[in-house]
């Protein structure tokens, strides 16, 4: 299984990016089997990497690795769209939701 | 403008933007710029950081939501722009919210663009910037699906900038010249200052404007104003009713380069005014720019821009009268600038009118023929270059000479002297009159601002020595109509005894 280098962008600890911080590590947890790393980033103290990055909305979460790069962007409450997002299919959900597999 | 609000403004140093909004754009807010595609808000906004940083020393932070930075790099180094060098001295900085060549993101859940804020904040004081360009939003609009929120975020990013103490100008399309303000009600978050440009298709002729909709708490000028772009100086509007009627007058006068003419004007033109010559094909308008030019004495310097004959033919003309044009060319005494209208846009001749002017410094300049710049532009074009023109000229203090061909051999007017005759000081009028089946020619000075003048219609010939000016006209009555009445010497003497005997 490929390990995940996930980047979260956020703006400052407000409750917005606390709510993305906690639905991301649950999915992760409950998805990921442990098999990634996660990056949690505060544009207000490190603006030069959003503008290096592109980023315009925050949260925004970045797939790094593996590839392809994607862009989820707002507070990860929608978790099929970010099971899409991450390329972990979202029907594996729906046929075994207790299941994490990320079968490709 | 200390007396006038409270609301500061600063001078944009875009031509002409000034003086319309009465001082620039007000100071620390934002000013919404809408637009049809293709109406140059993007020129508008790259043009208000960069003349920021070449008049005023300001810095310029520039949003794009649209065009890439390269893109933009690029498109205004043709215009004459180099903006790499000046993010390279730190004048100038990007914050690219272009869409990225990667998949749409994903959205999942309540966002904001606080990011985008904080990229802002940083770029402004990195440079420590005070002009911000936003270009443009409704490209933000298609890039988030939520447009609540991004109107929700983009208001706060205006307030924000009103903090940071920045100027910003904000573009957005609208799909309508005359119609709402913009797409997606962005008037609702940058409502206080809206200036508007068109770019309106009217016969056949496009025809780029802006108006000031309005400033919040402060003045300016109402109404549209044509503008241009050209190289090297982007956009330049023409200021027409920002024109006052402020000239100086003076009493001095210079000689019409015809004695006699010169009598009937009461002792010649006055230096800073504007005479038109109106008359049919071959009346002898261009003798009379020759004469005009070639009397100047030897201090003054002469400018004639030519729109209907080649510098070939108007040597040659001149030669026939016994005027050295080349001579006095190379003695720089002269300059002649021959032109087919058609070569560009009627705002364009303006400004390169102007130009010309300017570097050349006469003390003389004629225009031959206006009526043949009539044909580039529409009605109201046309009437706007010409103010431009004669204010321009009096501002200079210069002594100008419009010529003016009207489309009927014998008597009536043009369409030129209908838009004209205003705002010239002095209308000279040359006419055909058929006498007795001979076409003769007759003078007569119509106008003389500020001077009495002879009001006699007199006959005219023209020779190898140039026009000479010889009798009124008696016996005869209904000339400028151009359907003369002669009258028996009975007549007249009845017409004499009628007004003795009352």
Known sequence: MNKYLLKLYITGRTPRSERAISNLRHICEEELNNQYEMLIIDVLERPQLAEEEKILATPTLIKQLPPPLRRIIGDLSDKEKVLLGLDLMPFSITQNPSSGDPTR | ?502
């Open chain 2, 1 to 502: 403008m200390k007396n006038d609000s409270y609301v500061e403004k600063i001078p944009t140093g875009i031509p002409g933007f000034d003086h319309i909004s009465k001082g620039g754009i007000p100071k620390n807010r934002t000013t919404l710029v809408s637009g049809t595609s293709g109406s140059a808000k993007t020129v508008l906004a790259v043009q208000f950081l960069a003349a920021g940083i070449k008049k005023f020393q300001e810095n310029g932070v520039f949003v794009t939501f649209e065009e890439s930075p390269q893109d933009i790099r690029k498109n205004f180094l043709s215009l004459g722009f180099d903006v790499e060098a000046w993010e390279k001295e730190g004048k100038w900085l990007f914050v690219d919210a272009s869409p990225q060549p990667v998949d749409a993101p994903y959205e999942s859940g309540s966002y904001d663009l606080g990011a985008l804020l904080a990229r802002i904040e940083y770029a402004i004081k990195k440079i420590n910037a005070t002009r911000i360009s936003i270009d443009s939003l409704g490209a933000i609009f298609n890039q988030l699906s939520e447009r609540a929120t991004v109107r929700r975020e983009l208001y706060r990013i205006a307030s924000a900038l009103k903090k940071m103490g920045v100027t910003a100008l904000m573009t957005a399309e609208r799909i309508h010249e005359y119609g709402n303000i913009g797409r997606y009600d962005v008037e609702e978050f940058v409502a206080d200052n809206v200036v508007i440009l068109r770019n309106v298709l009217e016969e056949e002729k496009r025809r780029r404007t802006i108006e000031i909709l309005k400033f919040r708490g402060t003045d300016h000028q109402k109404g549209e104003f044509p503008f241009t772009i050209i190289p090297n100086d982007g956009i330049i509007i023409i200021p027409l009713s920002a024109i006052e009627l402020k000239q100086r007058s003076t009493d001095f006068r210079v000689t019409s380069g015809n004695e006699e003419l010169d009598k009937m004007c009461g002792g010649g033109f006055f230096r800073d005014s504007v005479i038109l010559v109106s008359g049919a094909t071959g009346t002898g308008k261009t003798l009379m720019v020759t004469e005009f030019m070639a009397s100047a004495n030897k201090s003054e310097r002469c400018l004639l821009f030519a729109f209907e004959e080649s510098r070939e033919q108007l040597f040659r003309n001149a030669r026939g009268w016994g005027v050295d044009f080349e001579a006095l060319e190379k003695a720089e005494r002269i300059k002649v600038v021959c032109e087919y209208p058609e070569v560009k846009g009627l705002e364009d001749h303006l400004i390169s009118i102007k130009e010309i002017i300017s570097e050349f410094k006469p003390t003389r300049v004629a225009i031959d023929s206006l009526s043949a710049l009539e044909r580039v532009s529409t009605a109201k074009g046309f009437r706007e270059f010409v103010i431009g023109i004669t204010s321009f000229i009096k501002h200079q203090e210069l002594v100008g000479l419009f010529t003016s061909t009207t489309p009927s051999l014998m008597g009536g007017t043009s369409v030129t002297e209908t838009h004209i005759s205003t705002l010239t000081d002095s209308i000279i009028l040359l006419r055909y009159v058929e006498v007795y089946g001979e076409m003769k020619r007759c003078l007569t000075v119509l106008k003389m601002r500020g001077s009495m003048h002879d009001k006699d219609i007199r006959e005219f010939k023209i020779d190898s020595l140039g026009m000479h000016i010889g009798k009124p006209f008696r016996n005869i009555s209904g000339i400028l109509t151009g359907n003369p009445v002669f009258l028996q010497p009975y007549e007249l003497e009845r017409l004499k005894n009628m007004f003795k005997e009352e």
